[in-house]
């Protein structure tokens, strides 16, 4: 499975962005997705997920200013990002968990610059 984020750059503080996170490679209806961000000089920490069947999660940080969703037809991801705050500045990475020969393999992607200037 090949990932590829887009949709990152730069806007100010209050402003929106969506990302979109492209699969290749293999179809993705069944397996769970999210996206994790990765400041500078920190850990990548997570941001939400979605599962096969369209369950969310998101970390508290984010909740009620961003939403993850999928198209599976389309073998795409997304996470829309509204009232966005300086401290949503990272690289912002897709992820794919699948279960292969019985062990949960993680697939990422090249990850997009979000920048929010205050």
């Known amino acids: 499975v090949q990932l590829v984020e887009s949709g990152g750059g730069l806007v100010q503080s209050g402003g929106s962005l969506r990302l979109s996170c492209a699969a290749s490679g293999s179809r993705v209806a069944s397996d769970a997705m999210g996206w994790y961000r990765q400041a500078p000089g920190k850990q990548r920490d997570f941001v939400a997920t979605v599962t096969s069947g369209g369950t969310t999660t998101y970390a508290d940080s984010v909740k009620g200013r961003f939403t993850i969703s999928r198209d599976n037809a389309k073998n795409m991801m997304y996470l829309q990002m509204n009232n966005l705050k300086p401290d949503d500045t990272a690289v912002y990475y897709c992820?794919?968990?699948?279960?292969?020969?019985?062990?949960?393999?993680?697939?990422w992607g090249q990850g997009t610059q979000v920048t929010v200037s205050s």
């Open positions: 992820n794919l968990e699948r279960l292969e020969s019985g062990w949960l393999r993680h697939y």
